[in-house]
Every structure is written in structure tokens, then in C-alpha cells.
């Protein structure tokens, strides 16, 4: 799979899904500056996770405004599939690719644990076409402004449109915090329109590894990168 | 000449900061308030340019990058010396 990963400044992220990508496809990425506008063709272009500029004016604000964002709407239009987690997630909703808005987490604290997200019923995308709906995955998350929000119109639109990719569940019935923000819905995650953009809050590339803590990370992203090659 | 751009959130749109700040009023003993609204404020100091340029320069700054108009409204104000 040929795949690439933006890089602003302020990214954080970038190392860890660089290093989940060769694991896992056993090809590395190509690194994509944002001031870079050149890239050959690829099947993935990730957003990774951080704090691009500072989070400066508005999380992803200045990032989706970068040049590199150009390419990514070009590959979008060719059908390319793009991941945009976290920050990554805020720079895609930012630049119009994805609707709605991500918001201060309703507690107003930084949120950093590990969430449990359910699988939706969903268009056909190769992110979620390989998992069964209703799966659970325990992934993290690490955010200030996650808490999306929509108004109700949206919200109904992505759901009766299959476009709501998780949402955060309780595993049990006294949880709650299992939401780690207070986004509307519970929503986690959401696809663009064709299946093939991804935005979700929490970050898979966190949960690769045993020493991690867990790898439902590794099982999401395999899934992915398997649909997307095929 | 400055251009003061004032940022809010849209009416219905969650504001924990301004709860969190009407609670610690109350703490205060502030009793006195439906609700507080946080915003933003940008000030742009430009070079010369008419009035009526720099407001319609502003505007198209705010629909492009300023304001994430789902969310937020705003309003321009001019600095006069």
C-alpha cells in the first residue's frame, strides 16, 4: 500500500503512525510537509494527531489552511482514502472535508485514557467494511477539543446516511464517563460521504502494541489498510 | 487604521468555559447572572485603505479563516484614532 502521512508543525503523532504503517504494511510512508504540494499517487494520506501550530485561532484552523491540504482534496476527488485522527480529525472538519465541529471537551479538562468505541452501521467503507458492526475496540484518546458538536439536522443526516463510523459506550451500565468529551451522540468518529475519509478522536496507533496496553488499534488499522488495498 | 473583529459562540452552542466561569462567580457570591458567554477578540491593524475596503477585507477574513462560522459569530467594529 502506498500510503503518506502530513507532517505541520506542532504534529505529534506522526512517528507513532509512521511506525504503524511499516509495521503493518511493511512499506513506509512518505512523509508530507505542509508546505509541500508534489506528491506521487497514493492509496492513504493520514492526518496524525497533535497540536499543528500551536492550536493556535482554532484547533486545525491554520493546518487546513496549509498547502498540503490542496493535494489531499486532489486525492480525495480520485478516490483516496484519508484517516484524519485526533487533530488530524480537527484539521479535516476544519477544511470542509468532514461537516460539524469539534468543541472544548464539556468538562473543560484534557482528557488522556482509553476509551471503548462501538462499531456503527455504516455505509461501505474500507476503514469499517472489514470489521463487524457492533464490534467494540478499546482505543484512547488524548484530547482538549473533542467534543463534537451538529446541529440536529447533521446529526440526524449522518446517521440516517450511515456516517457515523463509533461512538463511545458504556461497558457498564453505571459508567458515566464513558463519554471522554460529551460529543453529541456519543459520536467518536465520522465518514465522509463516499466512506473514504475517516475522522475519529481517538488515536488506533496508541494501542498497537501489548506494551501498550492493549492492540484493538493494531486489528482496527489492519482491517483498514486490508480494504484499502483491496 | 484598526478593525476590531469580536468572535462569539452562536446562539445553542455549548459554552463549558462561560459555565465554568458563571460558577465560580456564583462561588463569589455573583448571583446576579442568567449566563456567561465566552469570546474572542482580533484586532487587524492595516495599512492604508478605506474604511469600506478594510471592512469588506475583514468580512471575506472572516468567512475564510477568522470564524468557523458552524459555530461562531462575529462583528466588526472600526478603531477610529
Redesign the interface.
Known amino acids: 500500500m502506498r500510503s503518506g502521512v502530513t507532517i505541520f508543525p506542532g504534529s505529534n503523532c506522526d512517528r507513532d503512525i509512521i511506525v504503524a504503517l511499516k509495521n503493518i504494511t511493511g512499506k513506509a510512508p512518505i512523509k508530507m510537509w505542509h508546505k509541500d504540494i508534489e506528491f506521487p499517487n497514493l492509496d492513504l494520506i493520514v492526518i496524525p494527531g497533535g497540536f499543528s501550530f500551536g492550536d493556535y ?2 484547533c486545525g ?2 493546518a487546513a ?1 496549509s498547502p498540503v491540504i490542496k493535494s489531499i482534496k486532489n486525492h480525495i476527488s480520485r478516490g483516496g482514502a484519508v484517516l484524519g485522527i485526533c487533530n488530524g480529525f480537527q484539521i479535516l472538519i ?1 477544511a470542509g472535508i468532514l461537516p ?2 469539534l ?6 479538562l484534557f482528557t488522556c485514557r482509553d476509551t471503548m468505541l462501538e462499531i456503527q452501521d455504516t455505509i461501505v467503507s474500507p476503514f469499517l467494511s472489514g470489521l463487524k458492526k457492533e464490534l467494540h475496540l478499546n482505543i484512547p484518546v488524548a484530547h482538549n477539543e473533542g ?1 463534537f ?2 446541529s440536529e439536522t447533521l446529526l440526524n443526516e449522518l446517521k440516517n446516511d450511515g456516517r457515523i463510523a463509533f461512538k463511545y459506550i458504556k461497558e457498564i451500565n453505571n459508567d458515566i464517563d464513558y463519554n471522554p468529551n ?1 460529543s453529541s451522540n456519543d459520536i467518536a468518529g465520522i465518514l465522509s460521504k463516499n466512506g473514504r475519509v475517516l475522522g475519529m478522536m481517538p488515536h488506533p496507533e496508541r494501542a498497537i502494541n501489548k506494551l501498550h496496553g492493549g492492540t484493538d488499534g493494531l486489528k482496527f488499522l489492519t482491517k483498514s489498510f486490508e480494504q484499502i488495498i483491496g | 487604521m484598526k478593525v476590531i473583529v469580536n468572535i462569539s459562540l452562536k446562539e445553542g452552542v455549548l459554552d463549558p468555559e462561560g459555565q465554568a466561569i458563571k460558577t465560580s462567580l456564583s462561588n463569589l457570591g455573583f448571583e446576579n447572572l442568567n449566563d456567561v458567554q465566552t469570546g474572542k477578540q482580533i484586532i487587524l491593524n492595516f495599512k492604508n485603505l478605506e474604511e469600506k475596503e478594510a471592512v469588506l477585507e475583514t468580512k471575506k477574513m472572516c468567512e475564510d479563516l477568522l470564524v468557523n462560522t458552524v459555530i461562531e459569530k462575529y462583528k466588526i467594529n472600526i478603531l477610529r484614532d
Open positions: 485561532l482554532r484552523a491554520l489552511r476544519e460539524g465541529s468543541i472544548r471537551n464539556k468538562k473543560l467534543n458538536f451538529a460529551g
